[in-house]
């Protein structure tokens, strides 16, 4: 499976989705809301806002390895 690296992040508290481009030599931590401007940080066991909040999990998480 090739991996993906585009993901909409869709925000908890306004429902506000975005298409980002994830970055493959970093995890993303924190995330601003373009629209609520509310930063989002990844859930309790999710390792980035992408595996958190977007519709594809970051690119190390989809090659089944380690993230960060």
């Given at each position: 499976?090739?991996?993906?690296?585009?993901?909409?992040?869709?925000c908890?508290?306004?429902?506000?989705?975005?298409?980002?481009?994830?970055?493959?030599?970093?995890?993303?931590?924190?995330?601003?809301?373009?629209?609520?401007?509310?930063?989002?940080?990844?859930?309790?066991g999710?390792?980035?806002?992408?595996?958190?909040?977007?519709?594809?999990a970051?690119?190390?998480?989809?090659?089944?390895?380690?993230?960060?």
């Amino acid at each position: 499976m090739e991996v993906q690296l585009e993901s909409t992040i869709i925000c908890p508290e306004c429902g506000h989705k975005a298409k980002e481009e994830m970055p493959t030599t970093a995890c993303q931590f924190f995330y601003e809301c373009e629209n609520c401007k509310t930063l989002l940080k990844p859930k309790e066991g999710d390792c980035c806002v992408y595996c958190s909040y977007g519709t594809v999990a970051c690119p190390p998480i989809q090659e089944n390895k380690s993230c960060c």
